[in-house]
């Protein structure tokens, strides 16, 4: 059974940047699509970036486009998300999460594995 791990959130001020990773184990992220959210107290789970492991995909949100970058890393099976030109918008729990591979999008319910979360804040 896939087990997801992430890391590498923390504090970085307005326009640094942080690389979160998603560590796997139990099976191989190249079985899944797979996806970033970031959920905020009292909002909405946000997709933030997707990845089709068939076809090499990525989608971003809007909000995040040009600035953070989605990408696998096959021996390691870890998920990256490198977070550049941060905005304190940007501040959340970031998740990631992995699914079957379906049509590549940012509903929830593709996703059946995810992790616990790693805390994001962008503060001056």
């Known amino acids: 059974q896939l087990q997801l791990v992430e890391s590498g959130g923390g504090l970085a001020q307005p326009g640094g940047s942080l690389k979160l990773s998603c560590a796997a184990s139990?099976?191989?992220?190249?079985?899944?699509?797979l996806a970033w959210f970031r959920q905020i107290p009292g909002k909405e789970r946000e997709g933030i970036s997707c990845l089709s492991t068939s076809d090499g995909s990525r989608l971003y949100a809007d909000s995040v486009k040009g600035r953070f970058t989605i990408s696998k890393d096959n021996v390691k099976n870890t998920l990256y998300l490198q977070m550049d030109n941060l905005k304190p918008e940007d501040t959340g729990t970031y998740l990631c999460?992995?699914?079957?591979?379906?049509?590549?999008?940012?509903?929830?319910?593709?996703?059946?594995?995810w992790g616990q979360g790693t805390q994001v804040t962008v503060s001056s």
């Open positions: 139990g099976s191989t992220l190249d079985d899944y699509n």
């Open positions: 999460a992995a699914g079957p591979k379906y049509l590549l999008s940012f509903r929830e319910y593709h996703y059946d594995r």
